[in-house]
């Protein structure tokens, strides 16, 4: 396969790498490395004693680190970041990250290639997976969902309200031959969905039958939840969200992590009455109108910033 394009604007960078708040010799990671361009701010940062450990599921991100980036402190992994915690643990860092960002979604060039099957407006196989080595891709889905299964889908990832007729659309038209490309799906979706404020018709559904294939927000999930025993104290977690539905997940791991909880039972503070509060909420910060102006992509942007506490225990 041939990547046409390697460039990606990297969204909010000052702003999430100032959410980090970089110490010289610190150690970071990078959940989404893309093509590298919050990684190297953060390497910009840092002394010769300090490192970044950076991740992606895309084969085609990390191949791009081994060619474009020649530098010591950096380790980039392939791997989906949901194995950020064990990988982590085994090299034995829990607990001593100062920091961890998370620029969500796909890259410009998962986008802009058309190989990948992500675009509605280019002819391409309907792929959609970011690591392409695992998983079904969206084609194969199509297939062996059943329409009610299709609709779902539309609904809850891409809160499309003509989910019901697009998937009946879909099995209608598979009666006859099967959906294999990008543009095959996208005139299907527009038959029966009218464009709304100049976007494609086909935005919303693509965007949900992507969550679902690469099972983001369950990823989402599962990577936040590692990132309470990775961070050290005073550590940073530092999330740009691309969509509505995945802010909540991000929104609300901050949340119930910045309340304070019972500790568990054991712990020779216990003490009924006693608890502690994970994360401390650092603020939330949308991309600039310049930025929105030249980077369309950073317009959907929304960036949250938390900070793991130390251990306060406090009585109330
Ligand atoms: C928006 S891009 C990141 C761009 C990067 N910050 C930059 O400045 O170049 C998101 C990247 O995260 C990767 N990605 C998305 N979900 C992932 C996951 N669950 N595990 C690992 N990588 C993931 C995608 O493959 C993609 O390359």
């Known amino acids: 396969m041939s990547i046409t394009s390697n460039h990606h604007q990297s969204v909010m960078l000052d702003e999430s790498i100032e959410g980090l708040n970089i110490k010289n010799g610190g150690i970071y990671i990078d959940a989404t490395f893309g093509r590298g361009g919050h990684t190297q701010a953060i390497l910009d940062k840092l002394d010769a004693s300090g490192s970044v450990i950076a991740f992606d599921q895309d084969i085609h991100a990390v191949e791009f680190a081994q060619e474009n980036f020649n530098d010591d402190r950096l ?29 969500l979604g ?138 509505s539905i995945e802010d909540r997940i991000v929104k609300q791991f901050i949340h119930n992590n910045s309340k304070q909880k019972q500790l568990p039972k054991g712990l020779p503070v216990m003490d009924s009455g006693i608890q502690q509060t994970l994360f401390k909420k650092m603020g939330k910060q949308f991309a600039s109108k310049d930025e929105v102006r030249v980077n369309k992509r950073s317009r959907s942007a929304l960036l949250r910033i938390a900070q793991r506490t130390t251990l306060v225990l406090e009585k109330c």
Request: glycine residues 6%.
């Open 106 to 243: 796909v890259s410009s060039p998962q986008l802009d290639n058309a190989d990948r099957g992500f675009s509605f407006n280019a002819q391409g196989p309907l792929d959609m997976r970011m690591d392409q080595t695992s998983g079904i891709s969206a084609a194969q889905w199509l297939a062996q969902a059943d329409e009610a299964e299709i609709a779902d889908v539309i609904y809850k990832f891409g809160e499309e309200k003509r989910s019901r007729h697009i998937a009946s659309a879909i099995k209608r038209y598979q009666q006859e031959q099967a959906i294999t490309t990008t543009l095959q799906l996208a005139n299907i979706i527009a038959g029966v969905v009218r464009s709304h404020k100049n976007k494609h018709p086909a935005t919303r559904s693509f965007q949900a039958i992507r969550i679902f294939i690469n099972q983001e927000l369950g990823q989402l999930t599962e990577a936040l939840n590692q990132t309470i025993d990775l961070l050290a104290p005073e550590g940073r977690l530092s999330v740009i969200s691309f969509h």
């Open 75 to 103: 380790l980039v992994i392939h791997s989906a970041f949901t194995h950020m915690g064990k990988i982590l643990n085994e090299h034995n860092l829990s607990g001593k990250i100062d920091g961890i960002l998370m620029d």
